[in-house]
Nanobody, 119 residues
Framework: QVQLVESGGGLVQAGGSLRLSCAFS????????MGWFRQAPRKEREFVAT????????VYADSVKGRFTISRDNSKNTVYLQMNSLKPEDTAVYYC????????????WGQGTQVTVSS
């Protein structure tokens, strides 16, 4: 059974930092681009960042550029999202997902991890 488990969320004050992890088991996604997405209450899920299979190429949403860093360790089947200078508008449930041809593989959405940033 394939599982993606996000962790590392929590409550933090504005300006603080969190590091999210996404561990996958049951199969390897080391040849897939991996993405982080988020969904705030009453809003659509939105793209945050992606990282290529080798880690050599990253893409960020404008809203997080310069504050968030995506990385991966294929030997550990884990993808990370370092979030610095957090803002209240970053409050959301964060999800990681494997991607193909620029699209998320919908079969693999996990339960997400809640990030709450207080002002």
């Amino acid at each position: 059974q394939v599982q993606l488990v996000e962790s590392g969320g929590g409550l933090v004050q504005a300006g603080g930092s969190l590091r999210l992890s996404c561990a996958f088991s049951g199969r390897t996604f080391s040849t897939n681009t991996m993405g982080w997405f988020r969904q705030a209450p009453r809003k659509e899920r939105e793209f945050v960042a992606t990282i290529s299979w080798s880690g050599g190429r990253t893409v960020y949403a404008d809203s997080v550029k310069g504050r968030f860093t995506i990385s991966r360790d294929n030997s550990k089947n884990t993808v990370y999202l370092q979030m610095n200078s957090l803002k209240p508008e970053d409050t959301a449930v964060y999800y990681c997902v494997p991607m193909v041809a620029g699209k998320a593989l919908d079969d693999y959405w996990g339960q997400g991890t809640q990030v709450t940033v207080s002002s």
